[in-house]
């Protein structure tokens, strides 16, 4: 099968035409097509990549397109840069969310300042009713979030393209059970109604199961969406995992791995039990520790964790004595105002972290 569709396809997306646009214009064979060429993309290479820098790590997108291209402005497209994303490339809540937002700052907006800060005080709390009237004034929030089509169609084309300069890790979001329920169901259905999405939509999730889980970057940083996992002793577990994976039973190594958080007050291990539980808990994976990270890198000869999947204020957070680093790259999706990616040396050192917005 010949990539010229996908040759295409991407030219567009990349196009100083597409970043104005609110959404791109992208045909059901286009989509098609490109699933089949990425399935085979990822398969060609292993469970578990092992790669050198030099490289950028991105976190999480969740269908923020504009901020996408915008990383790639900053950043430099591939393949001349080379890219490893953590994962999370559909949005999280998709027209729900934009519309909660939406009517929270339309009452934000329309009550008068010194009622706000009367009746809900805390300078906090001012600041942030601030910075949602500044996001919808400045109109970024309501073009966010809802171009996971985009998002993915360019993730993976260039993966097709440029198979060693673009590296996709699978995060929670790239699992149909997930985001059936967060906005990327509904916005298939809605974008190609009667175009056939229920085949573009089972397409789309086929082909995250031939995503890796994991990555090792130049012997050094391991790189996963979520965290680490009790029940993963070492990486020749991720070697041998075989593709497609589209069940992740509750309490398996390779779902905990998509949904773990660190912990700098816990010193191993905690189950997250349900949020209604304990509001601090995802109600899957784990919370993890400083003891129980040094464990697993030391074990595995590695010296950092790098991750994505939390949102964190200024778009990167070290965390458990420097050996975790967590990376977001959506902007202003929770009051972070601007995404990072981690730029990494041939030789696996963090060299910086770039900021954009
Ligand atoms: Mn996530």
Known sequence: MSTDLVKSLVTKLMSDDASRKKVVAIHPAQVLNLCTLAKKSFLRQPSLLEIDGPLRICGDIHGQFHDLRTLFRVGGAPPKTRYLFL???????????????NLANFFISVLPSVCISRAVTPTKRRKSAWRRQQSYENNDFVDRGQNSLEVICLLLGLKVLHPDSVFLLRGNHEVSSVNEGHGFYSEIKR?????????????????FDYM???????SKIFCVHGGISPKLRDLDQIRNMRRPKSNFYEKSWASDVLWSDPADDIATWERQSHPDTNPRHRGAGYLYGGVALDEFLTRNDLRLLARGHECVEGGYLYQLGRKCVTIF?????????????????????????TTFK
């Open 87 to 101: 994962g999370d490339y559909a949005s999280f809540a998709g027209i729900t969310k934009i519309l909660c937002w």
């Open 191 to 207: 974008r190609f109604r009667t175009k056939g999405y229920q085949e573009i939509y089972a397409r789309i999730n086929q082909t």
């Open 212 to 218: 890796p889980l994991a990555g090792v970057v130049s």
């Open 329 to 353: 790259s959506a902007p202003s999706y929770c009051g972070n105002s601007h995404g990072v990616m981690m730029r990494v040396s041939r030789t696996g050192n963090v060299l910086g972290f």
